[in-house]
């Protein structure tokens, strides 16, 4: 029987030939090199709709994310939390935005973020 202790090492074994290749086409093009930002590249694939589709119908994966780890928003404004986590409680920080590098000055985006500050809400 397959034991899988979080749902990081579930999309790495659900995906991970897949999720290997999109990461070594990232870090050949943009030169990413951090594991969120291979998974974001291979958004674009089927395999990652799936892994999410999969992860979303998981009961056992949704009790172990979901009101789990919460981040009140109040808290996270006032230790100043950043990335992934930040905003996941509210906070619209991102470094792409401010200090800023290039391309991103040029570019209106929007930053994504959810009030929840839970596990789910960060992943």
Partial sequence: MLTVRSCREAVFRYSSTSLRNSCLVAVRTSGARRR???????????????????????ASLQDRTVSTGVLQPALARQYGTGGYVGRASGRQTDARR?????????????????????????F
């Fill in 36 to 58: 969120y930002d291979c998974v974001r590249n291979a958004s674009s694939g089927g395999n990652f709709r799936r892994l999410v589709e999969l992860y979303r119908k998981t």
């Fill in 98 to 122: 401010w200090p800023g590098y290039a391309p991103y000055p040029d570019l209106a985006f929007d930053i994504p973020t959810l009030q929840e500050g839970d596990v789910d809400a960060r």
